[in-house]
DNA sequence: TTGTAAGCGTTATCAT
DNA sequence: ATGATAACGCTTACAA
């Protein structure tokens, strides 16, 4: 029995006339070793987590990222997908959450954060515990945990940067508001662009992150027509959107109107050629799991270790929605 | 410690008293039962495998569907994304994945296959063990497992159906080939349909399943102009494709050629108005997460119970892609 | 080189 | 209504 179990970890101290008969035994009778038992006695379960909202674009591509990390480290990732809604239910939901991961002893989380506002209250137990966790993609100021994602600041900045090099003067904003990590930041740095490059905002729409009203942007767009030259969505799809409205209101794209999106989600789909910041989600989402299993082997700590902060450069994807006119 | 047990699972015969002071304590200690311990005794892990290939259009809506059962059953999801890629590399990536999920001791498997050939050979494994699996979208003729999925054959046929109504008389039929399920049953009702409606079958141009040859496409249909006057693909993207080259061709659509896609995975796109139709991927992933979770709470059988085989009818999703000329 | 004993956190069973 | 004991499958520490 004991002997059984030093063969199995390849410990040394063993027979080869043994190990060969145990192994043969083994195999014959397609005996696996038990994961649960293993977890239990070491304190490593060998399962780590991954959280994100429901149906959001860019999670399957950095959940894939973060799956080959995990598997080339043979761990187990369980997947949870929680919906974006506020209030008791998504309390509700998002305990059962937490609670299952923290009953099944996973060895760390990744966590895609809905908002500034709900994730981190369920997560609040999962760092009293010091358990591991990694935020990507959005980051949240509540609390200060490793992060892995697209420098977003600068993503929008230099979507002001190529809206200027190619002349426009007035540009229109669409952003989902300050509670979400990423639109706050991507439109502080077109902000900020617009500041260096001389250029008016015309007018900053703001949308719901759950229905992306493409009436809103449309009836917006509407109003100002003839007073902006461009249009950054701070994501793809309400690029998209105010793309058909222009098309709608005769505006040309590129001639009269440039549009830039954040995604480069299309990139997959030739049917649309959106300008838009490729966020390489893939290695986002590696990176993320690559960090997790650090700190997960580095084991537990006294002091809290200083947050990481890993950021990816958005690269411009050039389409023909923002070329010069 | 035999009470505490008691308690926490709301077992009868216990001191109210007791059980106040219990709680209160557990609760001060944020107490949680260990699962991992509880699945070693019971042989019930709670935790349940899907596994499905990388990329996959229709995999994340099916994923959703599959994952809000399980989490009602308070179950945890373990995700595996295998690679589409065949070959030494293919088995000894699978047979790693399988080995992971049987170490943890799933309580069950919900697999989408990536073909006829690839992923069988690595559930033989589970099939031996009497591990409950359900095959979701994908069939696959090598074992009489659980299947929930699309009625491929029905939409197929209906496909030529509504081609035949819209005053078509020569398709092309654009398909990846008879390895994978859902192209042979789709191919075979579709070509069942023309025989129906007495249309002719001008072309089948098959094309791979991993890397879409937009080329081929162009190339195959320029080569039949002016010889039909409608393009079912059994996929939205090889539809599509066959749309740009009509564009190309300039043939007008739907005017001169009528074009129906499968999957309808544009409805959340409205860029473009493909016709297809819907195969209602978070219901037949949800129906395969009920009936996994049924054949795990039937427990283990002596004689192998008859495969279920649950089949949803596709919609048709009317775009401006086939209306009548 | 191999075996024995104890323990990981929980539950079933059999007392008390 | 509560407690004691054994058992789940495996590993660490210690003997033999």
């Not at 860019?58 to 598997?71: K, M, Q, S, T, V």
Request: some cysteine.
């Amino acid at each position: 029995m004991m002997t059984v179990s030093r063969v199995l970890r390849n410990k040394s101290n063993v027979a080869h006339a043994t190990e060969q008969k145990i192994r043969a035994i083994a195999n014959r009778l397609g005996y696996k070793p038990n994961r649960l038992v293993r977890g239990m006695q070491s304190g490593r379960s060998g399962i780590v987590s991954v959280v994100m909202p429901a149906g959001h674009a860019i999670a399957p591509a950095i959940l894939e990222g973060a799956y080959d990390y995990f598997a080339e480290k043979d761990m187990l990732m369980a997947l949870d997908l929680v919906h974006g809604h506020y209030g008791e239910k998504a309390i509700a939901e998002q305990s059962k959450v937490i609670n299952r991961l923290l009953e099944s002893r996973v060895d760390g989380f990744i966590l895609l954060p809905v908002n500034e506002e709900a994730s981190p209250l369920y997560f609040k137990e999962v760092i009293d515990r010091k358990i591991p966790l990694v935020l990507v993609d959005r980051n949240t100021i509540h609390f200060d945990a490793d992060f892995v994602g697209t420098d977003d600041f600068v993503g929008g900045y230099e979507a002001a940067h190529v809206l200027a090099e190619n002349g426009c003067k007035n540009a229109v904003l669409i952003s989902t508001g300050d509670l979400v990590s990423t639109s706050r930041l991507r439109s502080e740095g077109f902000k900020a662009g617009l500041k260096a490059f001389k250029m008016k905002l015309t007018a900053n729409v703001i949308v719901s992150n759950f229905t992306h009203n493409a009436d809103l942007i449309d009836h917006e767009l509407s109003r100002c027509q003839g007073q902006f030259d461009c249009v950054f969505g701070i994501g793809d799809r309400l690029a998209i959107s105010a793309w058909h409205t222009c098309q709608r209101l005769e505006l040309k794209i590129p001639q009269q109107v440039k549009v830039i999106g954040f995604g480069a989600l299309n990139l997959r789909d030739p049917r649309v050629a959106l300008s838009s910041f490729d966020q390489q989600p893939y290695k986002v989402g590696r990176d993320a799991a690559k960090l997790l299993v650090e700190r997960i082997e580095k084991g537990p700590w006294k002091r809290k270790p200083k947050a990481r902060r890993i950021l990816t450069m958005p690269q411009f994807v050039a389409g023909t929605s923002c070329l010069a006119g």
